[in-house]
């Protein structure tokens, strides 16, 4: 693998979101989301400014799960198959350079604007809150940070999966809708349902087994239950064992949601 064409690659898809100023649009409505959750989330108990960090991480996750998988599904579902309609892709592939490096320079290119855009758009509201907040606070901010990130990688190596094996964009984009319908909305409905059902007595053994076969359900873990009044505000801490909820352990699980996916992509492209 030639990392310099991989480097082209990559740099000519971060560039052309920079041009267009999709990652300004990204990171100003992350900006004022988070501004707004911050300073007026607790609106609804009359109270107006500021409240605490697990208050607001709490708000934001919630925010972050439904519109990160979905910009980035955007992002990412005609990386490929975008290319194969404007009949691009043959010209690319005739040059110097394999299906492989071709494949991961555009994810980089677009997992580098996707999280630029998430770590400017929250971090101008970190230096806003940074004189509210104490040392460990801000240490939980930034981990919060870091996972969207991750969360961000995530779906968008399944947005490229999709841009491969999709026969054309109207494809990619409804199989696109679909995962982020599937993962933010039905998975954990499916799940409870299924415990519904049982009444408890099945399932609740692999119950948080299955938790990890979502990466928005990684994430929120790995947020929520690192803040204990939170964690016990969702009840995590009793279908969740401790010994699962490590955040090494799950931003492993998380870097797997990111390298699987591309891994079937690369097997799929180069057939």
């Known amino acids: 693998m030639e990392i310099a064409q991989v480097a082209t690659i990559a740099g000519k898809e971060f560039w052309d979101r920079i041009r267009n100023r999709w990652v300004l649009a990204v990171a100003l409505v992350f900006t004022v989301f988070a501004l707004a959750i911050a300073y007026f989330g607790g609106a609804q108990q009359g109270a107006v400014g500021f409240r605490s960090i697990e208050f607001t991480i709490a708000s934001l996750v919630s925010l972050v799960i439904y519109l990160i998988p979905l910009i980035a599904l955007v992002l990412g579902f005609d990386a490929i198959v975008g290319e194969r309609e404007r009949g691009s892709l043959d010209l690319l592939l005739s040059m110097p350079i394999t299906r492989f490096e071709l494949l991961l320079g555009k994810y980089l290119g677009l997992a580098g604007a996707l999280a630029f855009s998430t770590v400017a758009g929250f971090g101008l509201v970190a230096l806003v809150l940074a004189t509210q907040l104490e040392f ?136």
């Not at 990688?153 to 490229?160: E, H, I, K, R, Y």
């Not at 964009?169 to 995962?179: K, V």
């Open 136 to 271: 460990n606070a801000l240490l939980h901010y930034f981990g919060f940070m870091l996972s969207s990130v991750l969360l961000g990688m995530a779906f968008l190596s399944l947005a490229v999966m999709v841009s491969v094996f999709a026969a054309d964009r109207t494809r990619a984009s409804g199989m696109a809708i679909a995962l982020w319908f599937f993962f933010v909305l039905v998975f954990d409905l499916l799940l409870l349902g299924a415990l519904v059902v049982t009444s408890g007595q099945y399932g609740g053994e692999i119950f948080p087994y299955l938790l990890l076969a979502n990466p928005a359900d990684v994430f929120r873990i790995l947020n929520i239950f690192a803040l204990e009044d939170v964690r016990t505000l969702y009840g995590l801490a009793t279908v969740f064992p401790a010994a699962l909820a490590e955040p090494w352990l799950l931003g492993l699980v998380m870097l797997g949601w990111i390298a699987a996916p591309l891994a079937i992509a690369t097997w799929r492209f180069r057939k």
